[in-house]
Structure formats: C-alpha cells, structure tokens
C-alpha cells in the first residue's frame, strides 16, 4: 500500500492558497496548537514565520510547506489533515485574513493499514 498524504487540501483551500501566491508569493502553513487565533492552520509569507527545531514537515499543499508543532504533532498523529476554506475572518496573522474567508483544518482517522504505511517523521 502507498502510505497516503498526512496533510491535503480541498479545491477550495488550494484556490485561495493559489489566490495568495500570486499575491505574496512563496508561503508557509503552520498548524496552530492554540494560543492567539486557537487551533488553526496559519498562513505566512515564507521567512516571516520562524520553525523551531521541534517542528515537523508534514508535506506540501500545493508547493506550500505545512508544519506542525511537535506536541500538536503527537496529538495529531493518527489522522489525515484536510486543510479546508470557510467564510468567516481568518486568524489575525494569517495572511487570508480580510479576505471574508478563512483556512480550517477538518481530519479523520488513518486506517490501520494506512497508518502503518505511513513513514515516521522526525523534527527539523
């Protein structure tokens, strides 16, 4: 079995993803564990958004690096990520924000099977 994507994106997200691209060029995506804007997947223009050591890659959305904090990490580690779009403002520092649409983060359970396939991850 192909292990499958820990982290994707409905059409939606990609679109507005894209929208922000040409608009700031190179992003990043960080999925929030709380705090300011609560457990949200944040959007950056690449640089601006400083990785810890302890961060974890998840994948790409669409040429975009998606990370997650190490803790938030081992909490999510049995699910698929679907980052996804909805009306509503966006966290303050994200970069969707103002654009009467915002990034939301939908999951659901890996498979065993699926899980089992998946390769581990490390922090940077």
């Not at 499958?4 to 060029?25: C, D, F, S, Y």
């Not at 929030?32 to 961060?55: H, I, K, N, R, V």
């Not at 970069?95 to 939301?104: A, P, Q, T, V």
């Amino acid at each position: 079995m192909q292990a499958p994507e820990r982290v994707t994106a409905t059409e939606a997200a990609i679109g507005l993803l894209r929208n922000l691209k040409q608009r700031h060029g190179a992003l990043i995506f960080f999925q929030s564990g709380g705090c300011c804007d609560g457990s949200a997947p944040m959007c950056y223009p690449a640089g601006e958004f400083t990785l810890g050591d302890t961060d974890v890659h998840l994948g790409e959305l669409d040429g975009v690096p998606f990370y997650i904090g190490a803790d938030q990490y081992e909490y999510w580690k049995h699910t698929q990520l679907i980052i996804d779009v909805v009306n509503g403002n966006g966290g303050m520092f994200s970069l969707e924000n103002g654009s009467g649409k915002r990034f939301l983060t939908r999951s659901r359970l890996f498979t065993d099977e699926e899980y089992d396939a998946l390769p581990q991850l490390a922090s940077r």
